[in-house]
């Protein structure tokens, strides 16, 4: 049972956020520590760029803004086309009356055709080219978007086979490609920083945007209509690809364009082991990233819980999108505190060891109280924690993966986090909602442990 009334805690929080998000955003603009271009006119374009990178900012110059420009574009274009289809994937299956078996079947196959095809297609993309891959991508997508019509379980899975091909692609190959293309054009760490930074941000901004398009076609002409205007965003970014980004690869010696995907794969896991630091970022995302799409499943459990009352089992009415709205704003903030720790010189590493910290402190928020205000309140915090970490970790693996297998090892780190996720869906009606937090908790720290030692390894 439900009742019409709405806890109005979560519009004024979500309020409260943008407001916090508009200042932050506003002051990180203003403050001292923004780099500049300075309007010393005896000054030269080379030695404003230097008087940047001193101040711990990015490059100011025409080509990293154009090229900076370019990528977010891009980028944003992409990442709205997988947001939008991710708000009405379960209430498309459940109008083609799927039960709730089939539906996590679907799920759980999209994750495996991740964690499988990703053992490989990094590889394919450092042989064959990042450009053409990430074109590729917008193919693999496209069709699943299509799949989506037909109410057959059969062409559904088919579906969920080719989102998780995608999914492996998304996540490694525009990164990969960029970050190429950043260190071959001069820009330096401070601007790979500064580009994933703003990716988080406009991440979090293209999410509540496209929750307001998804819900407008949805009403207009079904379930089924966010997929179709992913389509063509996906289309339309296709082409922005093909026509104004060149083609890099992981390496250009034949050598080693010439090994086969195993031989490849099997070097990326060498390279993992023999180098410490990269073991830790490995650690650091597959951890995370696992508790990070695990909270996913798990908060809109807690927040009904906590909207029911015990004696009359009667739910408030829960604003869905409102928290939603709420959580990516949450993020868009922690990418401008990150842009401002940045600028006051804390290194990456340690922005992840005290992200990881943060994050601990509030995925344990729901095994000890059942606290509207509290769980609202340490949720955010949680995906504050995400606005920290992305452009982090980006850095992080842009600093240490070496470039001859950069799209290899990256897809290596999401095997264990694909595997992680499938147990714990898996199992999640055998496991009570606050247990699963206590063990997401628990992964969050080993994080925090291995970024501790990254740190010390940096001093």
């Given amino acids: 049972m439900s009742s019409t009334k709405e806890d109005p805690l979560y519009l004024y929080g979500f ?3 943008v407001a916090a998000c508009i200042g932050l955003s506003y002051y990180y603009r203003e403050n001292k520590y923004a780099a500049v271009a300075t309007e010393d006119p005896d000054k030269s374009l080379a030695e404003e760029n230097e008087d940047a990178k001193k101040a711990g900012g990015s490059d100011v110059s025409p080509e990293f803004s154009k090229f900076k ?21 379960y209430p498309l299956y459940r109008e083609y009356k799927f039960t709730v078996n089939q539906i996590a079947i ?5 994750f495996l055709s991740s964690a499988v095809f990703g053992t490989f297609i990094g590889s394919v993309a450092d042989k064959v080219g990042r450009r053409k891959m990430c074109i590729a991508f917008c193919v693999i997508y496209g069709i699943s978007c299509i799949t989506k019509y037909s109410p057959s379980f059969t062409i559904l899975l088919f579906g969920r086979v080719t989102g998780g091909i995608a999914t492996s692609l998304l996540f490694s190959v525009f990164e990969a490609w960029m970050v190429n293309e950043n260190f071959s054009r001069g820009f330096s760490e401070n601007s790979l920083s500064d580009i994933f930074s703003w990716s988080t941000f406009m991440n979090g901004l293209v999410a509540i945007f496209s929750g307001v398009v998804a819900d407008f076609v949805a009403k207009r002409w079904g379930n089924v209509a966010p997929f179709g205007v992913s389509l063509l965003v996906l289309i339309c970014a296709g082409f ?10 992981g390496s250009e ?3 080693a364009n010439t090994k086969s995907t195993t031989d490849n794969l099997k070097a990326a896991v060498v390279v993992i082991q023999n180098d410490p630091n990269i073991l830790a970022v490995g650690v ?27 004696k009359t089992s009667i739910m408030r009415n829960v604003p869905w999108g409102i928290i939603f709205s709420a959580f990516m704003v949450s993020i868009m903030i922690g990418s401008v505190v990150f842009r401002v720790l940045t600028k006051m010189n804390w290194t990456h590493e340690k922005i992840s060891k005290y992200a990881f910290g943060i994050a601990m402190a509030s995925l344990i928020v729901p095994v000890l109280t059942s606290g509207t205000l509290a769980n609202f309140m340490a949720f955010n915090l949680f995906e504050f924690t995400c606005g920290l970490y992305f452009p982090s970790i980006g850095t992080l693996r842009g600093k240490f993966i070496p470039e001859e297998m950069r799209a290899t090892i990256m897809n290596v780190f999401r095997i264990p986090l694909n595997l992680i996720v499938v147990v714990l869906l898996m ?4 496991i009570a909602p606050t247990l699963l937090f206590g063990i997401c908790t628990s992964l969050v720290a080993v994080s925090f442990v291995f970024a501790r030692r990254l740190e010390n390894r940096a001093k």
């Fill in 284 to 310: 650091m995302q597959s951890l995370f990233e696992s508790a990070m799409y695990t909270f996913v499943f798990l908060w809109p459990i807690i927040i009904e819980q906590i909207s029911t009352d015990p």
């Fill in 69 to 89: 420009v370019n990528y977010l574009i891009v980028y944003s274009m992409v990442m709205f086309a997988d947001w939008l289809q991710g708000s009405y994937i």
């Fill in 240 to 249: 922005v690809i093909s026509g104004s980004w060149k083609e890099n690869y």
């Fill in 427 to 430: 199992n999640i009606k055998n």
């Fill in 106 to 110: 679907l799920f759980v196959v999209g």
């Fill in 15 to 17: 309020i409260l956020l």
């Fill in 253 to 255: 010696s034949s050598v």
